[in-house]
């Protein structure tokens, strides 16, 4: 093979045959407060809502990167670059709230490791994926993929769980002592991780809005369970979803740095407002803001094919 050359920020490489790459933090030029404060921000309220309905954060971090790149860094970011980033900081995010959930022990692990087995190979299989798929078709595909979202989590509030008897039962008891039932059937569960994983690791969400409707619809998981659990299978897979990411030169690390404070605080005190309150008002604010990312995503997407 011949010589390759490739940077993308903070991350780069030159390499030979049989050579490895390596890893530096670079500062983005003409980096002010005023856009540190702005990244910090973005971290926290992503984090925030991605810890009270599980959806890890990343839904928000990727359309905002790529949106607002120019404003937030004064450098527009690449989709490839957004995707990797978000999943770096959504190990951050994920293992805050895991940490908050599981002083409750409202996690379920050893459903979350059986999810991980299919979630976390698929990850990298996504992660790998992103950069083969154009700018235009990717704002267009995740601007669909918001709307479809934001249309879920007005309707999961309408939905019941359906009765189905499932071969693995589990069970949780509550703060008040109610003990609740759910369970799931191996291959069913291990099909969903799979989807989940794939999708997480190509769009650099955490996969809980996704894992967290199905969880409660399908196999009847209490909801503290579904996204307590939820967030730690986005912990494990962002992990390897990361890893791929960054061997291929996709991850903005001085970005990372910049998110990482607001995220782990953000990832706590959404844990903590979980815990106390419904949250259906921050839900319909972050429905709002989905249609509102989504409409820009499509827009852009379609001007750009």
């Given at each position: 093979?011949?010589?390759?050359?490739?940077?993308?920020?903070?991350?780069?490489?030159?390499?030979?045959?049989?050579?490895?790459?390596?890893?530096?933090?670079?500062?983005?030029?003409?980096?002010?407060?005023?856009?540190?404060?702005?990244?910090?921000?973005?971290?926290?309220?992503?984090?925030?809502?991605?810890?009270?309905?599980?959806l890890g954060g990343g839904i928000i971090i990727v359309p905002a990167l790529t949106l607002l790149g120019a404003e937030l860094t004064g450098s527009t970011i690449e989709h490839p670059t957004a995707v990797g980033t978000s999943l770096a900081v959504l190990i951050v995010t994920a293992l805050a709230s895991t940490m908050s959930y599981a002083k409750k022990r409202r996690v379920d692990w050893r459903s979350g490791w059986m999810l991980f087995i299919t979630s976390g190979p698929a990850a990298m299989v996504g992660s790998a994926?992103?950069?083969?798929?154009?700018?235009?078709?990717?704002?267009?595909?995740?601007?669909?993929?918001?709307?479809?979202?934001?249309g879920l989590l007005v309707a999961r509030d309408y939905m019941k769980p359906i009765s189905k008897k499932w071969p693995v039962t589990r069970t949780y008891t509550d703060d008040k002592g109610v003990t609740h039932e759910y369970g799931y059937s191996v291959l069913p569960a291990l099909?969903?991780?799979?989807?989940?994983?794939?999708?997480?690791?190509?769009?650099?969400?955490?996969?809980?809005?996704l894992f967290v409707p199905v969880m409660v619809l399908l196999f009847r998981f209490p909801p503290h369970v579904a996204t307590a659990t939820s967030m730690f299978v986005?912990?494990?897979?962002?992990?390897?979803?990361?890893?791929?990411?960054?061997?291929?030169?996709?991850?903005?690390?001085?970005?990372?740095?910049?998110?990482?404070?607001?995220?782990?605080?953000?990832g706590k005190l959404g844990a903590y407002i979980a815990s106390k309150m419904t949250g259906k008002a921050l839900l319909w604010l972050l429905r709002i803001t989905f249609v509102v990312m989504a409409a820009q995503l499509?827009?852009?997407g379609l001007s750009e094919m």
């Amino acid at each position: 093979m011949g010589r390759h050359q490739a940077s993308v920020v903070a991350f780069s490489y030159d390499l030979e045959e049989g050579e490895y790459p390596y890893l530096f933090i670079h500062k983005e030029e003409g980096t002010n407060l005023l856009e540190i404060i702005m990244l910090a921000l973005l971290g926290l309220v992503s984090a925030v809502f991605g810890s009270i309905v599980g959806l890890g954060g990343g839904i928000i971090i990727v359309p905002a990167l790529t949106l607002l790149g120019a404003e937030l860094t004064g450098s527009t970011i690449e989709h490839p670059t957004a995707v990797g980033t978000s999943l770096a900081v959504l190990i951050v995010t994920a293992l805050a709230s895991t940490m908050s959930y599981a002083k409750k022990r409202r996690v379920d692990w050893r459903s979350g490791w059986m999810l991980f087995i299919t979630s976390g190979p698929a990850a990298m299989v996504g992660s790998a994926l992103t950069g083969h798929i154009k700018g235009g078709a990717f704002q267009l595909s995740f601007g669909i993929f918001m709307l479809l979202m934001a249309g879920l989590l007005v309707a999961r509030d309408y939905m019941k769980p359906i009765s189905k008897k499932w071969p693995v039962t589990r069970t949780y008891t509550d703060d008040k002592g109610v003990t609740h039932e759910y369970g799931y059937s191996v291959l069913p569960a291990l099909a969903v991780g799979l989807l989940v994983g794939l999708i997480s690791g190509l769009f650099g969400i955490g996969g809980g809005s996704l894992f967290v409707p199905v969880m409660v619809l399908l196999f009847r998981f209490p909801p503290h369970v579904a996204t307590a659990t939820s967030m730690f299978v986005i912990f494990l897979s962002s992990i390897l979803g990361t890893g791929v990411h960054a061997w291929l030169g996709e991850t903005n690390w001085w970005i990372v740095l910049m998110l990482v404070p607001g995220a782990w605080i953000g990832g706590k005190l959404g844990a903590y407002i979980a815990s106390k309150m419904t949250g259906k008002a921050l839900l319909w604010l972050l429905r709002i803001t989905f249609v509102v990312m989504a409409a820009q995503l499509i827009i852009e997407g379609l001007s750009e094919m």
